[in-house]
């Protein structure tokens, strides 16, 4: 079977500093990969998906950045957090051909 | 510009009875249709979802009802518990080579025992 793995649960990091969260999914191969993130009492917003290794795409301009450097391994990463980056960061993985996609338990991030 | 929207933020419902949460999209690009449940500090977990060639789905006690010329869902959950105490996500999917997921803001569901 198929799980999701996202790492740390939680998260306190002072403004300025570098962020790396991960994600990797296992029992599948060449998954699509996803980081949303969900502000506090909002809805979820897609930041970046990848189809591929090394095929990144960005849905929002902001101050992070992400990577896959293995098939199912998704980075989520910033150079210096800004306060408004605090929030709740979801992985989520697809297998091609499925509609649904499964969420990883979520990393809440809070700048301070 | 919000192509997937839940317009109310909240619904309270007595335990037993029917629950029916909905949800608007502007896209009509939209080929899948999905709710998601969420707990507090949880991921999302998976419901149920209807193609848009559809009108209705049914599992169990969770029903979806797609009104395409109308560009309204529901799902309705039927009876209610407490259990089901959750937040839930509307999401919509085009068909392209990322398949994305656009969420909607998410309805906050309390069941009263």
């Known amino acids: 079977s198929q799980t999701i793995h996202q790492w740390p649960a939680t998260l306190v990091q002072p403004v300025g500093s570098p962020l790396s969260l991960e994600c990797t999914v296992e029992?599948?191969?060449?998954?699509?990969l996803y980081w949303y993130r969900q502000a506090a009492g909002r809805g979820l917003q897609l930041l970046f998906y990848?189809?591929?290794?090394?095929?990144i795409s960005s849905e929002v301009p902001q101050n992070l950045s992400a990577s896959r450097p293995q098939d199912r391994q998704f980075i989520l990463s910033s150079k210096k957090l800004l306060l408004s980056d605090s929030g709740f960061y979801l992985c989520?993985?697809?297998?091609?051909?499925?509609?649904?996609?499964?969420f990883g338990q979520g990393t809440r991030l809070t700048v301070v | 510009d919000q192509q997937v929207k839940q317009n109310s933020p909240s619904l309270s419902v007595q335990e037993g009875r029917i629950s029916i949460l909905n949800c608007d999209y502007t896209n009509s690009m939209f080929d899948y249709f999905l709710w998601y449940k969420k707990y507090p500090a949880e991921g999302p977990t998976f419901l149920i979802s209807?193609?848009?060639?559809?009108d209705k789905n049914e599992d169990g006690r969770f029903t979806v009802f797609l009104n395409k010329s109308a560009k309204h869902l529901s799902l309705h959950i039927v009876p209610s518990q407490p259990g089901d105490s959750a937040v839930y996500f509307c999401a919509a999917r085009v068909n392209n080579a990322g398949n994305m997921l656009t969420f909607g803001g998410g309805t906050r569901l309390m069941v009263k025992p």
């Open positions: 029992g599948t191969s060449n998954p699509n």
């Open positions: 209807i193609s848009s060639i559809k």
């Open positions: 990848s189809i591929g290794i090394d095929q």
């Open positions: 989520a993985w697809r297998n091609t051909g499925n509609t649904e996609a499964f």
